[in-house]
């Protein structure tokens, strides 16, 4: 139900006359009276002190094959150097496991089911919070000193998890436990990016590249507080913090799309709503609203952040306006707002690039997979 009524949000979206689309909220709430689990968001921010849970052992594993019947999911135990490993509750081999293309498969598709089963988050569903899992874990990276990024998962221990900008994504974490549980032989870091690209795959995104090769570090090399975006703030940080990392005006503006999805919240980043009408979609309606709306500040009680005149439902932080007010910033902004495609092409450029910052990949970019959705 919930996959369905994603697919009917977006053919909305897409039906929509661009110079009418924003006009009233009588007309936005019209478009979009639909099941709860389309209107799914995003927890901004993530607290986290949680330690990760151990893998389970060969034997526990073993009592689940009954269970498994034909799914075609593995089961395997560390012993020694060697692995066992039974695939399809029928063939048996040992040595070294490596996985494939459809061991990843098999691990992107439990996700999927876990998003269309567990709809008591935001808006009826934890897509937006794993995507912004997957961007903090990634974007911590410093191209000068080489340290950060999606690599090591770091997110797991303190002070990292317990930085302002990561509240509330231990919800996200904790979520994809049981995929680890399922399959511990994929590291952290694996897992949590290849969550990203499955929720925005399953949010009606583009089809995003993925390979894996990423280790899990401990604690020592968790990075220091900072490194993430300040929403408080406008465009000066933001080539800051995205120039750390190595990316230019266009790329951060594109990276900024993934705004169409979820929202804030008061307890967390201290900030409160979503960008769009439609937070658990992922479109091109964030530049739409950014540029189709009048904007104001909101009158309240918390941080300095933008509603829109029209319906006051909806807001923007000063780093979203900033992309408005910045001349080379905000030619971006107006392709990605003519034209979807446009923008779910070099979303999906950017968005590979930050999911692979200073990993020490032993692949080759060739080697790349792109997951089949399920939605």
């Given amino acids: 139900m919930a996959a369905a009524a994603r697919v009917f949000t977006r053919t909305a979206l897409r039906s929509t006359p661009a110079a009418s689309a924003f006009k009233t909220t009588a007309t936005r709430n019209a478009c979009f009276v639909l099941p709860k689990q389309t209107f799914q968001s995003n927890r901004r921010g993530y607290a986290s002190n949680a330690t990760p849970k151990a893998g389970g052992s060969g034997l526990v594993w073993a009592a689940g094959l009954a269970a ?24 048996v081999t040992s040595g070294p496991f490596t996985p494939k293309k ?18 008591d988050y935001d808006d009826g569903s934890y897509g937006p919070v794993i995507v912004r899992l997957a961007w903090h874990c990634s974007g911590t990276y410093d191209a000068q000193t080489g340290t950060g990024g999606s690599n090591g998962a770091t997110m797991r221990f303190a002070p990292e ?13 904790d979520f994809l436990e049981p995929v680890k549980t399922k399959h511990p032989w994929i590291t952290y870091s694996d897992l949590w990016t290849l969550a990203g690209v499955c929720a925005i795959q399953e949010m009606q995104g583009p ?18 507080d900072g490194r993430l975006p300040d929403g408080a703030k406008e465009q ?29 919240h008061t307890d967390r980043s201290g900030f409160d709503g979503p960008w769009s009408f439609s937070p658990t979609v992922m479109s091109n309606d964030y530049y739409r609203l ?15 952040q933008f509603q829109n005149v029209s319906s ?34 070099e979303f999906r450029d950017v968005i590979v690039k930050l999911l692979e910052l200073g990993v020490p990949f032993q692949s080759k970019e060739e080697d790349r997979m792109i997951f089949k959705p399920t939605a």
Wanted: hydrophobic share 35%; proline share 4%.
């Fill in 207 to 224: 089809p995003i590249p993925w390979r894996p090769g990423r280790q899990d570090a401990d604690e020592a090399m968790c990075t220091p």
């Fill in 290 to 304: 950014l540029l189709g709306e009048k904007w104001s500040y909101r009158k309240w009680n918390g941080p300095k």
């Fill in 161 to 173: 998890g317990d930085h302002g900008a990561n509240a509330g994504l231990k919800a996200a974490r």
């Fill in 312 to 345: 006051k439902t909806l807001m923007m932080l000063p780093t979203d306006m900033a992309l408005i007010k910045d001349s080379s910033f905000k030619k971006h902004v107006e392709r990605y707002a003519k034209d979807d495609q446009v923008f779910f092409s």
């Fill in 236 to 264: 000066s940080h933001l080539r800051a913090i995205f120039g750390r990392m190595g990316f230019d005006d266009r790329e951060i503006v594109a990276l900024s799309g993934a705004h169409a999805l979820g929202r804030c």
């Fill in 68 to 91: 498994a019947g034909g799914a075609g999911y593995y089961f395997y135990a560390n012993s020694g150097d060697a692995t066992s490993v039974v695939r399809d509750n029928s063939k």
């Fill in 102 to 119: 459809d061991d990843y498969q098999q691990v992107y598709n439990e996700i999927a089911k876990l998003l269309e089963e567990k709809d």
